[in-house]
């Protein structure tokens, strides 16, 4: 039987069989994408609408809240009432330790990505076999805790440790060298950090590079620096930009690095909002910083994105 010869009931009685085994598909595959969607409300969404919530409550004194509306935690981010009359006063403290955050998570990405990109084309170009043994010992550093290697990077840059002992021993120094709780040591921390995060994404990215058109750019006499910018950066990006936003966001934020290697004195945006649910038992403000951070990073990645794609389209 040709489709031809098919009636009009037969055809009508076909399509609403492939309509209704559609819609089945459909409603199968919501249903298989509830848990997922009940873990995302639970943890993600839900504490999201508290701490948005608790932002504009009122502090309670021994920590918590008192259920008040109020702004004051927005306005104590930039200013400060007057004991005696009550007055605003504007107060940059907590802006110069977000500017700082930032400026810590901008070179943090930038070296990352200086060191990265030349070991992930190492990698890229190595044979199979070796590039599987160069991705564990990226990864190894994974197998312990950041705590661990955190503490681990203390005992090395303090007075007493690996480094004095071995400039001292070599006679290059007479005295210990401060390195501890310093922003040097802070910014060390965060590269020994965030490195791999680069790495791997710039990695995954050059494998994928079909190196037949370096050969051909080198057939058509391109020098070395024309080929690195005009043929595998740009065909590299999609790595640059992961490993930029993989290293960046969680730097912006990092909170263990600078409590050991900082010392407290030192202070980035994780431990200020740490330390308004801590000792300074002001929940809202702490919510409020955290809201404020989140902010600052969806508007700047909002216009990268943008841009980038603007940019690549226009490409």
């Not at 990109?117 to 990226?138: C, D, E, G, K, Q």
């Not at 290697?149 to 070599?170: P, Q, S, V």
Request: hydrophobic share 55%.
């Amino acid at each position: 039987m040709t489709t031809a010869t098919l009636s009009p009931t037969t055809i009508s009685k076909a399509a609403l069989f492939e309509a209704h085994a559609v819609k089945a598909g459909a409603q199968r595959n919501r249903l298989l994408s509830l848990p997922a969607l009940i873990i995302i409300g639970i943890f993600g969404v839900l504490p999201l609408i508290i701490i948005c919530v608790y932002s504009f409550l009122v502090a309670a004194p021994y920590g918590g809240v008192q259920w008040q509306f109020s702004t004051d935690a927005y306005l104590n981010f930039l200013f400060q009432r007057d004991i005696f009359d009550d007055t605003l006063q504007f107060t940059p403290d907590f802006l110069i330790i977000y500017l700082r955050s930032f400026l810590f998570a901008v070179v943090t990405t930038v070296i990352c990505l200086l060191l990265g990109f030349p070991t992930a084309y190492f990698m890229a170009t190595r044979s199979p076999a070796a590039r599987n043994w160069w991705v564990l010992l990226i990864t190894i550093p994974f197998w312990s805790n950041l705590l661990v290697r955190t503490l681990a990077i203390m005992f090395i840059i303090r007075d007493e440790g690996l480094i004095n002992n071995a400039l001292m021993a070599l006679g290059v120094i007479d005295k210990p060298i401060t390195m501890l709780y310093t922003n040097f040591a802070i910014q060390l921390g965060l590269l020994y950090a965030f490195l791999p995060f680069m790495v791997l994404p710039l990695y995954s990215s050059l494998e994928k590079l079909d190196f037949r058109l370096v050969e051909a750019a080198y057939d058509l006499y391109a020098t070395r620096r024309q080929v690195l910018w005009r043929v595998i950066i740009p065909l590299s990006k999609p790595g640059i930009i992961a490993g930029c936003l993989l290293v960046f966001i969680p730097a912006l934020g990092a909170y263990v690095t600078p409590l050991i290697l900082g010392g407290g004195v030192h202070l980035m945006i994780g431990d200020l909002i740490a330390q308004q649910f801590g000792s300074g038992r002001n929940w809202p403000l702490g919510c409020a910083q955290a809201l404020i951070l989140m902010a600052a990073v969806l508007v700047a990645l909002f216009f990268y994105v943008r841009n980038t794609s603007g940019k690549m389209q226009h490409g």
